[in-house]
């Protein structure tokens, strides 16, 4: 990083930005209020995408976890947990981990074949302890829960990512013709998943949730 040309992030936050702050000139604002939102999350993620390589530039310049985290207000294994690379203990390669935009397109894959009835394809994701313990049977018994309170799925909506420690932890909106449920899954480091969830919102107390 030099001191004439920005992070490469940058631009796109920028773009973001612009785009959001015409929106939100717009009146009346309900015309737009649909697109404004996404495009709000879209300048989340862009600015999320910008922390992390002044991050990970700032420890190429020396800057330990303990400083980082000092800044931004967590612990240094937060820091890390965060942004940080971790090696595999016997080869010394990194882990690779997804970024926000691959775990929420992943997640858009795997409710789109969930809902297609192709529970195969959903465990083909599944890490080994997922696949001890959640079976096809299971899957099409969940998706059946909702689809006999709900009817007919309709689309996916309003896909968000978040860092939960070494998870990535991303959470979507499932519509349905007649209401909608929540799905949510957790991504390992290497981009297994390590939990799935599908559930009713208005009735699932969210705190009992194991992610």
Not at 44 to 62: D, K
Not at 162 to 185: D, T
């Amino acid at each position: 990083m030099n001191d004439i040309d920005p992070p490469p992030p940058v631009p796109k936050v920028q773009a973001a930005a612009a785009e959001l702050q015409r929106l939100l000139d717009v009146s009346p604002f309900s015309l737009v209020a649909r697109e404004a939102l996404h495009t709000a999350e879209r300048l989340q993620a862009e600015a999320e995408a910008t922390l992390a390589y002044v991050v990970n530039s700032a420890r190429e310049s020396g800057s330990t976890w303990q400083d980082i985290g000092t800044v931004l207000g967590i612990t240094r294994q937060a820091a890390f947990q965060r942004f940080g690379s971790p090696v595999h203990p016997v080869s010394g390669k990194k882990i690779p981990r997804l970024s926000n935009a691959d775990a929420v397109k992943k997640t858009i894959e795997v409710f789109t074949r969930y809902a297609e009835g192709d529970w195969a394809a959903v465990r083909d994701e599944f890490s080994e302890t997922m696949l001890e313990t959640i079976s096809e049977r299971q899957l099409e018994e969940v998706w059946l829960i909702a689809v006999t309170s709900s009817g007919q799925f309709e689309k996916i909506d309003e896909v968000k990512a978040r860092r939960a420690g070494a998870m990535q932890v991303v959470e979507a909106v499932l519509q349905f013709e007649a209401g909608n449920f929540a799905g949510r899954i957790a991504f390992g480091d290497a981009g297994r998943i390590q939990g799935l969830l599908v559930f009713d919102p208005e009735h699932t107390e969210q705190g009992r949730l194991p992610f």
